[in-house]
């Protein structure tokens, strides 16, 4: 079965770094759109970024682009959130998904897989 397992959360200083990487198997995912989202507390879930995993199409959620990056690595299967000049508004869980591609990549509903989430943490 499809699986994507996340990595890389933890706790970091305002302005700095992390990479998270999203390790996905189970299937074969040409024609699916890879995703970043995130859940911050008492919140709903939002989109962060996506990626075509044909091509090189990518989308942003327009208050991030600039600080946040996202690439993958084929022959590793692997999806990467590069996230720079982290702020604490930034802390959530953030969950990597993955979906057929049909034309929109912004909603939870277009993703069919889910990871387990790794916990960002950014201090003031």
């Known amino acids: 079965q499809v699986q994507l397992v996340e990595s890389g959360g933890g706790l970091v200083q305002a302005g700095g770094s992390l990479r998270l990487s999203c390790v996905a198997s189970?299937?074969?995912?040409?024609?699916?759109?890879m995703g970043w989202f995130r859940q911050a507390p008492g919140k709903e879930r939002e989109f962060v970024a996506a990626?075509?995993?044909?091509?090189?199409?990518?989308y942003y959620v327009d208050s991030l682009k600039g600080r946040f990056t996202i690439s993958r690595d084929n022959a590793k299967n692997t999806i990467y959130l590069q996230m720079n000049s982290l702020k604490p508004e930034d802390t959530a869980v953030y969950y990597c998904?993955?979906?057929?591609?049909?034309?929109?990549?912004?909603?939870?509903?277009?993703?069919?897989?889910w990871g387990q989430g790794t916990q960002v943490t950014v201090s003031s």
């Open positions: 990626m075509r995993w044909s091509g090189s199409s990518t």
């Open positions: 998904a993955a979906g057929r591609y049909s034309g929109t990549v912004y909603l939870t509903s277009n993703y069919n897989y």
């Open positions: 189970g299937r074969t995912f040409s024609g699916y759109v």
